[in-house]
């Protein structure tokens, strides 16, 4: 849906019209891009105000924040007849490193070297070794043969996480590798083609750009942003954007295509972020407010996302 020749107004009405958000992911934007850096803790009133604005009715929220709750993500305190909602802290701690994907270049230098998994310990069990092979997926691991996993790069505080949370410490082998000089063997950089689904990754960030790449000529014809439109488009942002960077496994640049769409993608949704984070934030607080006279600015660092906000 190019964005000429249209106002913000008419850009938002189109794109829920076209992509209407689930509500409980939309949840979980929320509580990672706004509830999070609010103090954590959001009254169920408050929420379900903040997503009316996508067509999610109150059913539908309470519906979300249960199963979340059910599924552990979030924890509830009631208070009369009222709800409040947060984080519980096992929770909070992904939440933190999924968003520091987000707010942060995904691209560092490599030093050549791969992490190399072996799960083929005869001390888990089947759920303990889907659970694993699930986690190393969603950490950017790849699967080269049935339980062995390699990254290029050394995570080791996220791989001693994940290890953690499955309850296999001391279950697996890992070790670094690097290039050899045998030039007869396959160089590794031929693993990504076959061990991670990239066309699939350039295909989300390519539609991404395609949605919004004209949002940014729109903000700069269009008058002083209303706090509500402002708002919207962060979020409806910070959703689309978080849903590619959760399947893209952040590999080096070295590794990747030379026109990476990645790099195109982060620095759109940087350019957006910082053009509406300012005026979403009064609709934020007003929203919070009118249900908890203690919210206060958001916390400071959410002020370095993106390399820093002005």
């Known amino acids: 849906m190019p ?4 106002s913000i107004k008419k850009w938002l009405d189109q794109y829920l019209e076209t992509n209407p958000p689930r509500a409980k992911s939309l949840v979980m934007t929320l509580f990672g891009d706004i509830i999070t850096p609010h103090g954590g803790q959001v009254w169920l009133g408050s929420l379900i105000e903040l997503l009316a604005p996508f067509g999610i009715n109150d059913r539908l929220v309470r ?5 979340l709750a059910e599924e552990g993500w979030l924890d ?8 409040q909602y947060g984080l519980n802290p ?18 560092h230098d490599w030093n050549g070297k791969w992490t190399l998994l072996f799960a083929t310990s ?23 043969a049935p339980s062995v996993f390699a990254r290029p790069g050394n995570d080791a505080e996220i791989l001693d996480d994940v290890l953690r949370r499955v309850g296999v410490q001391g279950a697996v082998f890992a070790c670094q590798a690097s290039e050899t000089e045998l030039p007869s063997a ?9 061990c991670w689904e990239m066309g699939m990754v350039i ?30 488009l962060r979020t409806l942002l910070i959703h689309e954007f978080r849903r590619v960077q959760l399947h893209d496994p952040l590999l080096p640049l070295e590794l990747l295509p030379e026109k990476w769409p990645g790099k195109t993608a982060y620095q759109l949704c940087h350019d957006i972020y910082q053009a509406t984070f300012a005026a979403a934030e009064i609709h934020i607080l007003a929203t919070l407010g009118r249900e908890d006279d203690s919210v206060r600015e958001a916390a400071p660092y959410f002020y370095h996302r993106f390399g820093g906000l002005v």
């Not at 509830?76 to 709800?83: I, Y």
């Not at 096992?90 to 691209?107: K, L, N, T």
């Not at 089947?126 to 950017?140: F, N, P, T, Y």
């Open 186 to 194: 396959r160089p590794l950089r031929d693993l990504v083609n076959e």
């Open 203 to 232: 295909a989300e960030y390519e539609r991404f750009i395609e949605f919004f790449g004209g949002v940014p000529r729109l903000l700069d014809a269009s008058p002083e942003l209303e706090p509500l439109q402002a708002y919207m």
């Open 90 to 107: 096992g929770s909070a701690r992904r939440f933190e490193r999924a968003y520091q994907r987000i707010y942060s270049p995904s691209h």
């Open 76 to 83: 509830a305190r009631r208070e009369g007849r009222r709800s």
């Open 122 to 144: 005869g001390a888990m069990t089947a759920e303990q070794r889907s659970d694993l092979r699930k986690e190393l997926l969603w950490q950017g691991f790849g699967m080269i």
């Open 3 to 6: 964005a000429n020749n249209l």
């Open 63 to 67: 519906t979300s924040v249960f199963r």
